[in-house]
C-alpha cells in the first residue's frame, strides 16, 4: 500500500478498536482476506477521550506479522507530539493526530514527515474545518470524526455529510491533495452518501467486526469500488 498510496479513489481502513484482542493478528488477517485496503489503530489515553485503548507495542508486533500490510495510526491522544515518532518507529505508514489536540500542530506536521510517514489531522465533530486554513497544502490525509472520539460502535452524526462535502469543496478550489477519511458509525445505509460527499478512507469498526458477514461486507465492497471506479472516470 506505501507504494500504491493514492493508486484508488476509495480505500476501506478497519478499525481494530473493534475486534476481539485475543487474537488480533487473525482478526486482521481476515478482513484483508474481505479486501481491507489498510488497518487503523485507534490508539487512546484516558485524558484526550475517556478511553484507553492500544499503544506502541501492539503496533510494533503487528508489524512483525504483518510487513506489508499499511498502519493507519489514529491517534486520540493529548501531546501527541510526545509520541509520533515512536510511532512510526513502531510500523506506522500515516499518523494521524487531532487538532485540538496539541497548540503546535504546524511543528507536529513537520516532524511527522521528516521521519518520512504520510501525515493526518482529525476533527472532532464540533471543530470547524476553517482551523486548517494554514496547513491544508501540507497533509495528506484529513480525518473527519463522525462520531465523538473514544468508542466503537456508535451513531452516526448526519452533519459530518456537511463537513466532508466543505473539505471536498475545498479541496477542489484549490487544488490540494488531500485523502479525506471518514471515522466513526459507518454501515451500509450510510457508506454511499459519504462517498458522494468526498470520502477517500472509510473506517469500519463495529459494522464490520461487530456486525457484517462476510457476503454483506463483499457487497458493500462491490458498491465502493463501482463507486470509484465512476469517481476516477469523472
Ligand atoms: C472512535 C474511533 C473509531 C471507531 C470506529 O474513537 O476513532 O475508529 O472505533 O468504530 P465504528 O465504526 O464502530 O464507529
Ligand atoms: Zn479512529
Known sequence: MNKEWKNKSVFISPSILAAD??????????????????IHFDVMDG????????????????????????????????????????????????????????????????????????VGVALNPGTPVILLKEI????????????????????????????????DVVRKENGFDFLIEVDGGLNEKNVEKVISAGANILVFGAFLFKGATAENFKAILDKIRIEDKIKSED
Open 136 to 167: 491544508f497544502d501540507i497533509l495528506d490525509v484529513v480525518l473527519v470524526m463522525s462520531v465523538n472520539p473514544g468508542f466503537y460502535g456508535q451513531s452516526f452524526i448526519s452533519s459530518s455529510l456537511k463537513k466532508i462535502s466543505e473539505l
Open 47 to 118: 485524558v484526550f477521550v475517556p478511553n484507553i485503548s492500544l499503544g506502541i507495542p501492539v503496533v510494533e508486533s503487528l508489524r512483525k506479522r504483518f510487513d506489508n500490510v499499511f498502519f493507519d495510526v489514529h491517534l486520540m491522544i493529548v501531546e501527541p507530539e510526545r509520541y509520533v515518532l515512536d510511532f512510526v518507529k513502531a510500523g506506522g505508514n500515516l499518523i494521524t493526530f487531532h487538532i485540538e489536540s496539541t497548540r503546535h500542530p504546524h511543528r507536529v506536521i513537520e516532524s511527522i514527515k521528516r521521519s518520512g510517514a504520510k
Open 21 to 38: 484482542f485475543s487474537c488480533l493478528g487473525d482478526e486482521i488477517s481476515k478482513v484483508l482476506g474481505l479486501g481491507a485496503d489498510m
